[in-house]
């Protein structure tokens, strides 16, 4: 059924900034959640920034809070992750996600998945 994949990820610097995309097979991305997870090598896949359908409300992490933003453009049936002011602990498999459940940004809400985007943030 519904299908995303990722894309814009890639090695920045410090500081630097990146914007992942999120793109879905048809137009009903406008009526699920979007989240963006991450996981790190030996870490578990954490919550970074979801946000409703009609994209009025969102939610996101503490520790990317003010350096990470969460849009989507159901016209496109697009979602986004703006990265600004990237730190090293950033580092990541980036992945997006759609839900129909009740809101949760957490990986277990969410049922459609993409491939996964590595960022890298080195110098």
């Known amino acids: 059924q519904l299908q995303l994949v990722e894309s814009g990820g890639g090695l920045v610097q410090p500081g630097g900034s990146l914007r992942l995309s999120c793109e879905a097979s048809?137009?009903?991305?406008?009526?699920?959640?979007i989240g963006w997870f991450r996981q790190a090598p030996g870490q578990e896949r954490e919550g970074v920034s979801c946000i409703r359908p009609n994209g009025a409300s969102t939610e996101t992490a503490d520790s990317v809070r003010g350096r990470f933003t969460i849009t989507r453009d159901n016209a496109k049936n697009m979602g986004y992750l703006q990265m600004n002011n990237l730190k090293p602990e950033d580092t990541a498999v980036y992945y997006c996600?759609?839900?129909?459940?009740?809101?949760?940004?957490?990986?277990?809400?969410?049922?459609?998945w993409g491939q996964g985007t590595q960022v890298t943030v080195s110098s």
């Open positions: 048809d137009s009903s991305l406008g009526y699920y959640d």
């Open positions: 996600a759609a839900s129909m459940s009740p809101f949760m940004c957490l990986p277990r809400a969410f049922g459609t």
